[in-house]
Nanobody, 131 residues
Framework: QVQLVDSGGGSVQAGGSLRLSCVAS???????????MGWFRRRTPGAARDGVA????????????YIGDSVKGRFTIARDSAKNTMFLQMTGLRPDDTGIYYC?????????????????WGQGTQVTVSS
């Protein structure tokens, strides 16, 4: 069974930084073929989840990174394969980055704009940026 555990949220002032982590269970990390893992966020209750950053691999090897337009140049995504962990480094945080950030994963290609395509989700971690 695939499980994702995300963490690292918190409250910061505008311009600050946070690093989110997502640990995936071995069942997902051992997947052969294409996989996608990364982050979506929901900025207001009831709103759709927006794609933030995703990383695509093939047979465990890095293939491509997708970064949402609103966070380009400020957020980066990286992974530590040995620890089954994905990271989202967020810098230059703004109040409109406030929301719940969810780790997500799927077997297959990445789709930044289609959260419905993702089979596995973390519980979410709150990020609050004050002005």
């Amino acid at each position: 069974q695939v499980q994702l555990v995300d963490s690292g949220g918190g409250s910061v002032q505008a311009g600050g930084s946070l690093r989110l982590s997502c640990v995936a269970s071995t069942a997902f990390q051992n997947t052969r073929g294409d996989t996608c893992m990364g982050w979506f966020r929901r900025r207001t209750p009831g709103a759709a989840r927006d794609g933030v950053a995703l990383l695509e691999t093939r047979n465990g090897e890095y293939r491509y990174t997708y970064i949402g337009d609103s966070v380009k140049g400020r957020f980066t995504i990286a992974r530590d394969s040995a620890k089954n962990t994905m990271f989202l480094q967020m810098t230059g945080l703004r109040p409109d980055d406030t929301g719940i950030y969810y780790c997500a994963a799927r077997r297959g290609y990445c789709y930044l704009t289609l959260p419905s395509e993702y089979d596995y989700w973390g519980q979410g971690t709150q990020v609050t940026v004050s002005s």
